[in-house]
């Protein structure tokens, strides 16, 4: 063994290799010296070494060790002062900055320059592995190549002759991409002429490709066009394209078209800037060509243009964007592929400048909700209501102490411009509104106890207002109204009882430990001073306060597994992609490493495995009203909606003057990991009913997969007047979810959902999706079916086939998946 550091040298060519194909027309590598830097190169072997001047000539298991790089042979003569080596016999040179692996029978290169040329070539790009365990990818697009020849050009560079390149793992790859000459440079893989082969069957010719190399490439080009078929757009068929804008920014725009509706455009811009800025900006729409419906045409086109946004300006002060602008409720109904989205009658843009410091919250404010109330039919309009902020300016603290005394003070406040419009009233102009907020308060705590009274004065200026009087539709008036009201508010947390349960039996149930706590809760509010609240117009939730005088009580009860202090902690090894990731999570280490494996020291279980763990949490509260007509708000027929009721439901209950809420539970079940049930809701003892019970399961094993989901919901309707209820206030759904895989489990997987409105005993949703993944490459397909009323009726059907750093064709989405 030896060691010793390369000196600089003059260009030259690479050493001639006997039969190197020069007459095929290989060229050869291009040899630029580098100064020298003192790095030392290691020689080993296990047969003789022998040196004349300064080369060396090797035998038998050699290594030759330089930086990051490592070259392995039967054979090597090596010049230590040009770095030149000509090497045979299972040659294999590993490292660099990329992962580097070349595999060939023989060749030439340069340690210093990392030129060279090899013959008979497997290798890869960005994969790592050994022997004895598989390989793992080192970035999200490995690169792996064969050829009969590869010159190699530099560090990351590469002309790979008579060859293919793949994704896959080699010898048998899924796909490759065939080619007289792949040319590797700047971090992906280009060609001329090339075939594309899956399964070892030729597919498609194609004149010229481009395939990334690293992980971090984006390059501009055509995506992989979309092919689907439904009932109600007819055969589909669409091509997007992808543009590299910058570093830091790019633009796909797409357009599809549906045999029977027309054309369809998408449009989205991406931008990731410093820390936490961004822009994302989405356009959609479609130009319908509409259908006869019972002797009336229809047209379902319409825009969709979705911002979001942030910018720091700096550690204290951002601006932030959120907007949406839908053309047509219709629209969305018909051609969104979420259901839930499909389904949402609410939007809502709101953008905002912020400064936050010291306790402190500035901002300007601006938003636009919107909703619809009444979808369209073939005689009538969207029925929808818009509220407008036209600017806002807010001011916000947290609580701040009063010099020595124990007291804390704390303000809200709030100068805005408003506008509402819905079918049958709007506001005339711009009403303005100055809310001023103060409070203070004085916390005490003893022996468990804690005790929280505060008091505060509100006032709130309009220059509008409307007419006294409770019947719908209101009437505005142009006179200015002040409410102000005085707030006395007490809270109280009672000791939290508590008490640890250790057995045998319980150790053998739950391994642990069970610990029990209860948590009571008190609160009394009094509110006076609201007498014209019928008078004020309803923008938002600032709007709706009231008197009320109530008393707040309530417990939540929590169930934990407790684990002894000098109980170790587990490992928990955590299969990622076909690989081994290991939690390194502890008291002392956070995070994850890739390729770890049980026997690494160091690692442990994730803190919720280790310690104190959750296991039932139950919360029951109710409020009982002294002052049943809430300072005279009630309209008794009528659903009335105050902040102090949606203080302890966000479910609509008060139609009369009455002294108890309903009973609010909130229940939520985690035994393992793997399960998760949570059963939340509202009974009304005074109506004997569910205004509210929502159900939902979670049980995933493995591969295997599972959801429940139960909706119900039995309270006033929206208007509720001249007997007109909304048709949201009555409805019971279920959404059922099975499946077995995941989107990267190799083999076969089934996933199955549906939507049931069992009130209307309608489906309104199904999906069923199967699909089957090869090591680099899947197969999915999917039938999906929707029942929306008039609005939408459509079978569909979706496939995709992706290949691992190429892409996917079919219209199957990733947000669409059920797995």
């Given at each position: 063994?030896?060691?010793?550091a390369?000196?600089?040298v003059a260009a030259?060519t690479?050493?001639d ?6 007459e ?11 100064p020298?830097d ?10 003789p070494?022998?040196k004349?001047?300064?080369r060396?000539?090797l035998d038998?298991?050699?290594?030759i060790t330089y930086?990051d790089?490592?070259?392995?042979a039967d054979?090597i ?5 040009t ?6 016999g299972?040659l294999?040179v ?8 070349i ?11 990392q030129?060279g040329r ?6 890869s790009?960005?994969?790592h592995?050994?022997?004895?365990s598989?390989n793992i ?19 990351k560079?590469y002309?790979i002759y008579?060859g293919?390149?793949t994704?896959?793992e080699?010898?048998?790859?899924d796909?490759q991409?065939?080619?007289?000459r792949?040319?590797?440079k ?5 060609a001329h ?5 899956v ?9 010229y490709?481009?395939?990334p190399?690293?992980?971090e ?5 055509f995506?992989?066009?979309v ?6 757009r007819?055969f589909v ?6 543009l ?11 357009l599809?078209?549906?045999s029977?509706?027309?054309w369809?455009?998408?449009g989205?811009?991406r931008?990731r800037?410093?820390?936490n ?9 479609l130009?319908?060509r509409g ?6 045409y229809?047209?379902?086109g319409?825009e ?17 964007g959120n907007a ?6 219709a629209?969305?109904?018909?051609f969104?592929d979420n259901f839930?989205q499909a389904?949402?009658?609410d939007?809502?843009?709101v953008?905002y ?5 010291d306790?402190?919250s500035w901002?300007?404010r601006?938003?636009?909700?919107q909703?619809?109330k ?5 005689t009538?309009t969207?029925?929808q209501i818009?509220i407008?902020?036209t ?14 005394t124990?007291?804390?003070w ?5 100068a805005?411009?408003?506008k ?6 709007s506001t ?7 809310d001023l ?5 004085f ?10 009274p ?8 309009y220059t509008r207002s409307?007419?006294n009087r409770?019947t719908?539709?209101p009437?505005?008036?142009?006179e200015?109204i002040?409410?102000a ?5 007490v809270?109280g ?14 150790h053998?149930?739950?391994?642990d430990d069970i610990r029990?706590?209860i948590?009571p ?8 001073g609201v007498?014209n609240f019928?008078r004020v117009?309803?923008?938002?939730d ?7 005088n ?5 417990l ?5 597994v ?7 902690c587990?490992?928990v090894?955590?299969?990622y ?13 956070s ?30 509260a109710?409020v009982?009203?002294f002052?049943q007509?809430f ?5 008794t027929?009528?659903?009335n ?8 439901s966000?479910?609509?209950f008060l139609?009369?003057p009455?002294a ?6 909130r229940?939520r079940?985690?035994t ?11 009974v009304d003892t005074g109506?004997k009913k ?14 295997i997969?599972?959801g429940?989901?139960y ?9 509720n007047?001249a007997?007109?209820?909304?048709a949201?206030?009555?409805f ?8 077995y895989?995941?989107?990267t489990h ?7 959902n549906a939507g049931?409105?069992l009130?209307?005993s ?6 069923l ?8 490459c899947?197969?999915?397909v999917?039938?999906r ?7 939408r009726n459509e079978n569909?059907?979706r ?6 750093n190429?892409?996917s064709?079919?219209?199957l989405s990733?947000?669409?998946r059920?797995?």
């Amino acid at each position: 063994m030896s060691s010793e550091a390369p000196r600089p040298v003059a260009a030259e060519t690479l050493p001639d290799a006997p039969d190197d194909g020069r007459e095929k027309g290989y060229p050869e590598a291009v040899i630029v010296p580098l100064p020298d830097d003192g790095s030392t190169v290691t020689i080993e072997s296990a047969g003789p070494q022998t040196k004349t001047g300064s080369r060396y000539t090797l035998d038998r298991d050699v290594v030759i060790t330089y930086k990051d790089r490592k070259v392995e042979a039967d054979h090597i003569d090596y010049d230590s002062d040009t770095g030149e080596m000509n090497a045979a016999g299972h040659l294999k040179v590993t490292g660099g900055e990329n992962d580097e692996v070349i595999n060939a029978s023989r060749g030439s290169m340069n340690l210093k320059t990392q030129t060279g040329r090899f013959f008979d070539v497997n290798g890869s790009v960005g994969l790592h592995g050994s022997k004895t365990s598989k390989n793992i990818y080192s970035n999200g697009h490995p690169f792996l190549f064969e050829g009969k020849v590869v010159v190699k050009t530099g560090p990351k560079n590469y002309d790979i002759y008579d060859g293919s390149v793949t994704s896959c793992e080699l010898p048998h790859p899924d796909w490759q991409l065939f080619a007289g000459r792949f040319s590797v440079k700047d971090g992906k893989a280009s060609a001329h002429n090339s075939t594309f082969r899956v399964m070892g069957m030729p597919l498609v010719f194609l004149p010229y490709i481009t395939h990334p190399s690293e992980g971090e490439q984006r390059q501009s080009g055509f995506m992989i066009p979309v092919i689907g078929q439904s009932s109600t757009r007819g055969f589909v068929l669409g091509e997007q394209f992808y543009l590299v804008l910058s570093r830091s920014a790019d633009l796909t725009v797409g357009l599809e078209y549906y045999s029977k509706r027309g054309w369809s455009q998408t449009g989205t811009f991406r931008y990731r800037g410093l820390g936490n800025n961004f822009v994302m900006a989405h356009y959609s729409g479609l130009l319908d060509r509409g259908y006869i419906s019972d002797g009336q045409y229809i047209n379902q086109g319409g825009e969709d243009i979705l911002f979001s946004g942030r910018y720091d300006l700096s550690a204290h002060t951002r601006m932030v964007g959120n907007a949406e602008y839908l053309s047509s409720y219709a629209y969305r109904t018909a051609f969104d592929d979420n259901f839930n989205q499909a389904v949402s009658s609410d939007i809502l843009s709101v953008g905002y400048l912020t400064h936050q410091a010291d306790g402190y919250s500035w901002s300007i404010r601006a938003d636009r909700y919107q909703g619809l109330k009444q979808t369209a039919t073939a005689t009538q309009t969207e029925q929808q209501i818009r509220i407008f902020h036209t600017p806002a300016f807010d001011l916000f603290s947290t609580e701040h102490r009063l010099g020595q005394t124990g007291l804390e003070w704390s303000v809200e406040s709030e100068a805005t411009s408003l506008k509402r419009v819905q079918p049958n009233f709007s506001t005339t102009g711009l009403t303005h509104r100055f809310d001023l907020h103060p409070q203070i308060a004085f916390p005490l705590k003893a022996g468990g106890w804690s005790v929280r009274p505060s008091v505060g004065v509100r006032d709130t200026l309009y220059t509008r207002s409307k007419e006294n009087r409770t019947t719908v539709p209101p009437v505005e008036s142009g006179e200015g109204i002040n409410r102000a009201d005085v707030e006395f508010d007490v809270e109280g947390r009672l000791p939290v009882l508590e008490r640890t349960f250790s057995s045998p039996f319980v150790h053998k149930l739950f391994g642990d430990d069970i610990r029990h706590t209860i948590e009571p809760e008190v609160d009394y509010r009094l509110v006076r001073g609201v007498d014209n609240f019928h008078r004020v117009l309803r923008f938002d939730d600032t709007d709706v306060v009231s008197n009320t005088n109530q008393f707040q009580y309530g417990l939540t009860q929590r169930i934990f597994v407790h684990r002894k202090s000098n109980k170790p902690c587990p490992a928990v090894v955590i299969p990622y992609a076909g690989q081994t990731w290991m939690s390194t999570a502890s008291p002392n280490n956070s995070g994850s490493t890739p390729g770890a494996t049980t026997s690494d020291p160091g690692y442990t279980a994730s803190p919720e495995s280790c310690g104190n763990r959750e296991l039932i949490s139950w919360k029951l509260a109710q409020v009982h009203f002294f002052d049943q007509n809430f300072g005279g708000a009630v309209v008794t027929g009528r659903r009335n909606i105050f902040d102090s009721t949606l203080a302890i439901s966000g479910v609509a209950f008060l139609t009369e003057p009455r002294a108890i809420s309903p009973l609010i539970s909130r229940l939520r079940v985690r035994t393992s990991d793997n399960v998760d049930v949570e059963w939340d809701f509202d009974v009304d003892t005074g109506a004997k009913k569910f205004t509210s019970n929502n159900v939902l399961v979670n049980i995933h094993e493995g591969n295997i997969f599972s959801g429940l989901g139960y909706a119900r919901l039995n309270a006033p309707g929206r208007f509720n007047v001249a007997g007109f209820s909304s048709a949201i206030s009555d409805f019971t759904q279920l959404r059922l979810l099975l499946g077995y895989g995941g989107p990267t489990h190799k083999g076969f997987g089934m996933a199955a959902n549906a939507g049931y409105d069992l009130h209307l005993s309608e489906l309104q949703y199904g999906a069923l999706q199967v699909q089957y993944n090869w090591d680099c490459c899947g197969f999915s397909v999917e039938y999906r079916k929707y029942e929306l009323g008039s609005v939408r009726n459509e079978n569909s059907y979706r496939f995709n086939l992706t290949l691992a750093n190429i892409g996917s064709a079919g219209n199957l989405s990733r947000a669409q998946r059920l797995f």
